[in-house]
């Protein structure tokens, strides 16, 4: 059995426990962190642009994708201790709901996180990430709240019926 554990910087924790308490001792884990094209070419975009062009500074771009990488290792790392157990680290670079639909070809399970409204039950819960790859897997997926589960009471009411 093959479970990929999407790490999300805010809610791996739970991704990781999910993965303790689900995925049976002879399958092979696989933590998954993607990292978008987001902040590193954003700088790099402004940096171009600034005055029409490149003076003297550093461009920046090369800073931000280095510390891009020392978080995902270290996210990483904590992820493969808090584990406890041999796993395969992947990391994946790009629109990040695509690459973890990529990744998750070919596997048993995906493990991965509510990244939307966590205060309430709903469609809302899910951000725009997950639920595309909810959505979009090609395998089942073990979908987590991060922190426990609201109450049932913040579940919206139904909608009136008409007749």
């Given at each position: 059995?093959?479970?990929?554990?999407?790490?999300d910087?805010?809610t791996?924790?739970?991704?990781?426990?999910?993965?303790?308490?689900?995925?049976?001792?002879?399958?092979e884990?696989?933590?998954?962190?993607v990292s978008?094209?987001?902040?590193?070419g954003?700088?790099?975009?402004?940096?171009?642009?600034?005055?029409?062009?490149?003076?003297?500074?550093p461009?920046p771009?090369?800073?931000?994708?280095?510390l891009?990488?020392?978080?995902?290792?270290?996210?990483l790392?904590?992820?493969e201790?808090r584990?406890?157990?041999?796993c395969?680290r992947?990391?994946?670079?790009?629109?990040?709901?695509?690459?973890?639909?990529?990744?998750?070809?070919?596997a048993d399970?995906?493990?991965?996180?509510?990244d939307?409204?966590?205060?309430r039950?709903?469609?809302?819960?899910?951000?725009?990430?997950?639920?595309?790859?909810?959505?979009?897997?090609?395998?089942?997926?073990l979908?987590?709240?991060?922190e426990?589960?609201?109450?049932?009471?913040?579940?919206?009411?139904?909608?009136?019926?008409h007749?």
């Amino acid at each position: 059995m093959r479970v990929i554990v999407w790490l999300d910087e805010g809610t791996w924790p739970a991704c990781v426990d999910a993965a303790r308490a689900h995925a049976p001792a002879a399958s092979e884990v696989v933590l998954l962190h993607v990292s978008g094209p987001g902040v590193a070419g954003l700088a790099h975009g402004a940096f171009a642009g600034l005055l029409g062009r490149a003076g003297s500074e550093p461009d920046p771009e090369g800073r931000l994708v280095e510390l891009g990488r020392a978080s995902a290792a270290e996210l990483l790392d904590a992820a493969e201790a808090r584990l406890g157990r041999a796993c395969t680290r992947l990391e994946r670079a790009g629109r990040v709901e695509r690459e973890v639909v990529a990744a998750a070809e070919g596997a048993d399970l995906l493990i991965l996180a509510r990244d939307g409204d966590r205060s309430r039950l709903g469609p809302h819960s899910l951000g725009k990430a997950v639920r595309f790859a909810v959505d979009h897997a090609p395998c089942p997926v073990l979908l987590v709240w991060p922190e426990g589960a609201p109450d049932l009471t913040t579940m919206p009411p139904p909608p009136p019926h008409h007749h």
